[in-house]
């Protein structure tokens, strides 16, 4: 009995991460496939990009100002208090920029994927959709899995600079660090290649964000309690993945 349940449990996760890779290919052939659909796209990284700002502007800001902080009295205590500007700017770019960024916008904006689709899905929306002649996959999936690419990269930018002037604010106005130090310790260790294993994390977090999350609402369960439940499981599936995706990409371009 024990091993019976075992392999119906093997058997349904293999069949769910085949459909879950199919969902993804899918999604990017009427990725790169014409037409697009402008409108749709311009709407999400609104939505994405724009109204995540706020959010991604007070967790970097609150980041940095910890990161000012905690770095200080930990350097100072090793005589090594003129590298916390590189300290801070390294940890924002590499680490925590592309990963708090990308759980914040699966908080706020992955959730409202999921549920809204999931509500598409249970209200024969999509259904009525396909009956129009329309692919719904170029028309809902497709547009979020282009503004996650495109929206996450320029908050998770914004998330740095917020992140490094808070650190500025706490070192430098705060605890007395010299102005000149702070930025130029900064420009002598941040190189190029930091920047762009940042920019890596931030495109594949943008992609897997809509993915899942889109996932997860078109194969949603039937009334309000599969909504919330696939709304839950997106958001989780999705924040350990990025964690895992993170730790991957980290170990690639070390």
């Known amino acids: 009995m024990f091993i019976r349940k075992l392999g119906a449990l093997s058997v349904t996760g293999l069949r769910r991460t085949g459909r879950l890779g199919l969902f993804f290919v899918t999604t990017f052939f009427f990725a790169v496939t014409p037409p697009l659909k402008f409108s749709q796209l311009l709407k999400q990284i609104q939505f994405i990009g724009f109204q995540s700002a706020l959010v991604i502007f007070l967790t970097g800001a609150f980041t940095g100002m910890v990161l000012g902080l905690q770095g200080f009295y930990t350097l100072n205590r090793f005589g090594s208090a003129a590298l916390l500007g590189p300290m801070v700017a390294l940890s924002l770019i590499k680490e925590l920029g592309?990963?708090?960024?990308?759980?914040m916008v699966t908080g706020r904006a992955g959730s409202a994927m999921t549920a809204e689709i999931g509500i598409m899905r249970i209200t024969e929306q999509i259904d009525a959709i396909k009956l129009m002649?329309?692919?719904?996959?170029?028309?809902?999936?497709?547009?979020?899995?282009?503004?996650?690419?495109?929206?996450?990269?320029?908050?998770?930018?914004?998330?740095?600079?917020?992140?490094?002037?808070?650190?500025?604010?706490?070192?430098?106005k705060l605890l007395g660090i010299g102005e000149g130090?702070?930025?130029?310790?900064m420009s002598n260790h941040v190189t190029v290649q930091?920047?762009?294993?940042?920019?890596?994390?931030?495109?594949?977090?943008?992609?897997?964000?809509?993915?899942?999350?889109?996932?997860?609402?078109?194969?949603?369960?039937?009334?309000?309690?599969?909504?919330?439940?696939?709304?839950?499981?997106?958001?989780?599936?999705?924040?350990?993945?990025?964690?895992f995706w993170d730790y991957i990409l980290t170990s690639a371009l070390f």
């Open 181 to 185: 130090t702070y930025f130029g310790e």
């Open 98 to 103: 592309p990963v708090l960024s990308a759980l």
């Open 194 to 243: 930091d920047i762009v294993q940042g920019i890596y994390k931030s495109l594949s977090f943008g992609a897997l964000i809509p993915w899942v999350c889109c996932y997860k609402g078109y194969y949603v369960g039937y009334g309000a309690e599969g909504v919330s439940k696939a709304t839950t499981q997106a958001v989780v599936l999705s924040s350990v993945l990025i964690l």
């Open 133 to 172: 002649g329309l692919n719904p996959f170029r028309y809902l999936v497709v547009p979020k899995f282009l503004a996650g690419i495109f929206a996450l990269p320029l908050l998770t930018a914004i998330f740095n600079v917020v992140g490094i002037f808070g650190g500025y604010v706490i070192g430098v």
